[in-house]
T-cell receptor, first 113, second 111 residues
Framework: DAGITQSPRHKVTETGTPVTLRCHQT?????MYWYRQDPGHGLRLIHY???????DKGEVSDGYSVSRSKTEDFLLTLESATSSQTSVYFC????????????FGPGTRLTVL | EDKVVQSPLSLVVHEGDTVTLNCSYE??????LLWYKQEKKAPTFLFML????IEKKSGRLSSILDKKELFSILNITATQTGDSAVYLC???????????FGQGTRLTINP
C-alpha cells in the first residue's frame, strides 16, 4: 500500500457542472500526477506537480486544472465537465531523484451525463 | 513526440501456456522502462529496466530490455488464471520525471 487515497471513488455528474477530485498521500513524496484511463489508450498524463504550487501540463490537459497547496494533497478540477471527460482517473506519486517508479491510488470513476 | 507501443493489444491463452508481451518505444531521452500489472483496480509495479540485456526476474515473470532495438519483452511462464490482467509498459524520460505509457495488453488466461 503506497499510502495514497482518492476521493470520491465514484461520481456521477451532469454536463457543465464543476467537479473536483482529490488525491491525498501520506508518504511526503515530491511528485504527484493525475492520469486518465480510457479503453484503448492506456494511461494518459493530465497534469503533474513537482512541489507545492509547482505544476505542469501533461499530454491531455485541456479542460482540466490542478492545485497543490500542501505536499500531501493534489486536486484535479474539471471547470465545466463534458461527456468526453467520462473516464477513470488515477493519481500517482513518485519520490523523485533516481526513482522512476510511480505508485498509484485506487482510482476515481467519473461519469458525466 | 514520445511514443510507446505494445503488442498484442489482446491475448487469450490456456492455463500453463507461456506468453510473451512486447513493448517498443520511440522517445527523445530514454531513462528507464517499467512494467505494471493492472487487474480491476490500480496498476501495480512489476519491473524497472535500465540496462540492455540484463534480465529481471520475479517468480514466473521475467523481462529484458534491448536499448539498441528500442524494445522490451515481458515473459510469463506456466500461466495461471491469476495472471489475467492488463499489462502496461511505460518509459521514463530523462530530465522530465514523468512516464509515457503504452496502450496496454489485455491478457486472459482460460482454465
Amino acid at each position: 500500500d503506497a499510502g495514497i487515497t482518492q476521493s470520491p471513488r465514484h461520481k456521477v455528474t451532469e454536463t457543465g457542472t464543476p467537479v473536483t477530485l482529490r488525491c491525498h498521500q501520506t508518504e511526503n513524496h515530491r511528485y504527484m500526477y493525475w492520469y486518465r484511463q480510457d479503453p484503448g489508450h492506456g494511461l494518459r498524463l493530465i497534469h503533474y506537480s513537482y512541489g507545492v504550487k509547482d505544476t505542469d501540463k501533461g499530454e491531455v490537459s485541456d479542460g482540466y486544472s490542478v492545485s497543490r497547496s500542501k505536499t500531501e494533497d493534489f486536486l484535479l478540477t474539471l471547470e465545466s465537465a463534458t461527456s468526453s471527460q467520462t473516464s477513470v482517473y488515477f493519481c500517482a506519486i513518485n519520490s523523485g531523484g533516481a526513482s522512476d517508479t510511480q505508485y498509484f491510488g485506487p482510482g476515481t470513476r467519473l461519469t458525466v451525463l | 513526440e514520445d511514443k510507446v507501443v505494445q503488442s498484442p493489444l489482446s491475448l487469450v491463452v490456456h492455463e500453463g501456456d507461456t506468453v510473451t508481451l512486447n513493448c517498443s518505444y520511440e522517445v527523445t531521452n530514454f531513462r528507464s522502462l517499467l512494467w505494471y500489472k493492472q487487474e480491476k483496480k490500480a496498476p501495480t509495479f512489476l519491473f524497472m529496466l535500465t540496462s540492455s540485456g540484463i534480465e529481471k526476474k520475479s517468480g514466473r515473470l521475467s523481462s529484458i530490455l534491448d536499448k539498441k532495438e528500442l524494445f522490451s519483452i515481458l515473459n510469463i511462464t506456466a500461466t495461471q488464471t491469476g495472471d489475467s490482467a492488463v499489462y502496461l509498459c511505460a518509459v521514463s524520460i530523462q530530465g522530465a520525471q514523468k512516464l509515457v505509457f503504452g496502450q496496454g495488453t489485455r491478457l486472459t488466461i482460460n482454465p
